[in-house]
């Protein structure tokens, strides 16, 4: 087979456009790839700058409750229970006399509502207003 000028030039010019192609195509990929990892980035900012924003917004809610939790602890619970049965048990006394006391007054009652009956009675003044 014999080649030729003519066919060294083709075979030359179908070479350079294979290449061509290829730094074409490789460009393009490069291109896509490039303008791909930007939105990402853009994508992976935006994430960051909310999850920046809602980590502040935590610190905040901790930061109030550790001032609620530090309140609590200052109130002495133990105190509190020990005069709750103190005042129950002086309760408890109070209403001991206070039943004592309706008794009193029910014989009281019992007493001074019953009849008596007066043989003679001297009465040196009465006036009565209506």
Same mark, same amino acid.
């Given at each position: 087979m014999h080649f030729n000028l003519n066919t060294y030039l083709n075979?030359?010019?179908?070479?350079?456009?294979?290449?061509?192609?290829?730094?074409?195509?490789?460009?393009?990929?490069?291109? /896509?790839?490039?303008?791909?990892?930007? /939105?990402?980035?853009?994508i992976l900012e935006k994430e960051? *700058? *909310?999850?920046?924003?809602?980590?502040? *917004?935590?610190?905040?809610?901790?930061a109030n409750l550790e001032g609620q939790l530090k309140t609590y602890k200052e109130i002495p619970l133990k105190a509190i229970a020990a005069s709750l049965s103190e005042l129950s048990q002086s309760n408890g006394q109070i209403l001991s006399v206070l039943q004592g006391s309706a008794l009193i007054a029910a014989n009281d009652r019992d007493i001074l509502g019953s009849k008596q009956t007066v043989k003679e009675m001297t009465v040196e003044h009465q006036t009565i207003k209506k």
């Open positions: 075979i030359l010019s179908l070479t350079a456009m294979a290449v061509v192609a290829f730094y074409v195509v490789r460009s393009k990929v490069k291109d /896509e790839n490039l303008n791909d990892l930007k /939105e990402r980035v853009a960051r *700058e *909310e999850a920046r924003t809602q980590h502040i *917004e935590n610190q905040k809610a901790i």
